[in-house]
């Protein structure tokens, strides 16, 4: 029997690289999926601009200083289940979501950090890998928990970290890396994982 095609929504914030990477894999079928939605908590994304150019359904949910995480993670759900994904790809999404919204997308739910985790958690990476004089760096994609930049690891790419780096050219290796590993974890989710292929 034919399955469905999976279906990814993917949370961006910012410039949306990492979800150029992903489109660019779905057109050139690395990635057996299609992308049915782009969500941003800032309407000014770029990524929003990238996903119109690719005729995908884009959704903007701003989070105002009086929302609570829970209540914001809730109006998240409740956008997303109209979309059906079966995987929810975290791309530069700097919200932090509630242990509520964690637990309702336990094992579907998948994020990307700069750094080689557990080291580096958070913010500033590249400056801190840069100050502590680190000879490896690199990227992780990781299932995502209630606790920000944890949570099991899926795979990492490492790269050496040269003399004269500085935050922004180590940036933009780090950036080169995310764009080869993210897709082909994704693709790797969406061809092995049977809960991500079980819509018959
Ligand atoms: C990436 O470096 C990713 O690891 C981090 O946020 C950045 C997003 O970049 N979580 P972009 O918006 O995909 O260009």
């Known amino acids: 029997m034919l399955k469905a095609r999976p279906k990814i929504a993917v949370l ?58 829970e209540h914001y993670s809730q109006a998240l759900q409740e956008i997303l289940s109209r979309y059906e994904p079966d995987l929810v790809v975290l791309a530069g999404f700097m919200q932090v979501l509630s242990q509520q919204f964690v637990h309702a997308f336990q094992g579907k739910l998948i994020n990307i950090h700069p750094s080689l985790l557990p080291a580096y958690k958070g913010l500033n990476t590249h400056e801190r890998v840069i100050a502590a004089k680190e000879r490896f760096s690199g990227v992780t994609v990781h299932y995502v ?34 764009h080869t590993l993210y897709p082909e974890v994704i693709a790797k989710l969406v061809m092995n994982n049977p809960r991500l292929l079980s819509k018959e």
């Open 12 to 69: 961006i914030s910012g410039r949306g690289s990492n979800l150029q990477a992903i489109i660019d894999a779905v057109q050139n079928k690395q990635i057996p999926a299609d992308i049915s939605l782009v969500l941003s908590n800032n309407p000014t994304a770029y990524g929003l601009e990238r996903a119109k150019l690719a005729n995908i359904p884009t959704e903007v949910l701003v989070k105002d200083k009086a929302t609570t995480r």
């Open 145 to 178: 928990t209630s606790e920000v930049d944890e949570g099991p690891i899926i795979a990492q790419s490492q790269l050496e970290v040269l003399p004269e780096d500085t935050p922004e050219t180590l940036e933009a290796r780090i950036h080169a890396l995310e």
